[in-house]
C-alpha cells in the first residue's frame, strides 16, 4: 500500500465516503423484524455490491489495488454490523452513517497494519 500522503488520504476519503454509503443504506433497510444472521449475509452482500460505484472511479485516482480491497473490505464489514445492529433495535440514518464511517477507518486501519506485517515476512523468504 502506498504511503505518500496523496494516496494515505485517497484511502481515506474512499473508506470513509463507502462506509458512509453502506452504513446509511443499511440502516434503511434494516430493521428489528430481521432475523441477524440473514441481515449479516444479505448486509455483506450488498455492501459490496453498493461499494463498486464508490471503488471503481476512485481506483482511477489513486491506485485500483489499494483502493479496490480496503474499500470491498469496508463494504463486507459495515454492511454486516450496521445490518445486525439494526436487526436487533432501530438504527437512524445518522447513526447508521456514523457507525459505517468508523468500520470504514477501522478496516483501512488493519489493510495498513496486515500489509506491514506481510511484507516483513516475506522479506525474509525472499531475500
Known amino acids: ?3 505518500r500522503p496523496y494516496f494515505v488520504l485517497g ?24 432475523n ?11 455492501g459490496m455490491v453498493l461499494c463498486l460505484p464508490v471503488a471503481l472511479p ?4 489513486f491506485g485500483a489495488m489499494e483502493v479496490m480491497v480496503p474499500v470491498m473490505t ?4 459495515a454492511g454486516m454490523v450496521v445490518s445486525m445492529n439494526a436487526s436487533t433495535a432501530p438504527v437512524s440514518l445518522g ?9 470504514g477507518l477501522g478496516t483501512l486501519a ?3 497494519v496486515a500489509n ?5 515476512r516475506a522479506s525474509r523468504w525472499t531475500s
Open 116 to 120: 506491514i506485517w506481510i511484507r516483513g
Open 58 to 61: 476512485l481506483g482511477a485516482l
Open 74 to 77: 469496508t463494504g463486507m464489514v
Open 36 to 46: 441477524m444472521i440473514v441481515a449479516m449475509f444479505v448486509g455483506m452482500a450488498l
Open 11 to 34: 484511502d481515506l476519503l474512499a473508506n470513509c465516503l463507502a462506509g458512509l454509503l453502506v452504513g446509511a443504506a443499511m440502516a434503511a433497510l434494516f430493521g428489528p423484524g430481521w
Open 1 to 3: 500500500m502506498e504511503t
Open 110 to 112: 488493519a489493510c495498513y
Open 95 to 103: 447513526g447508521g452513517a456514523e457507525l459505517g464511517v468508523y468500520c
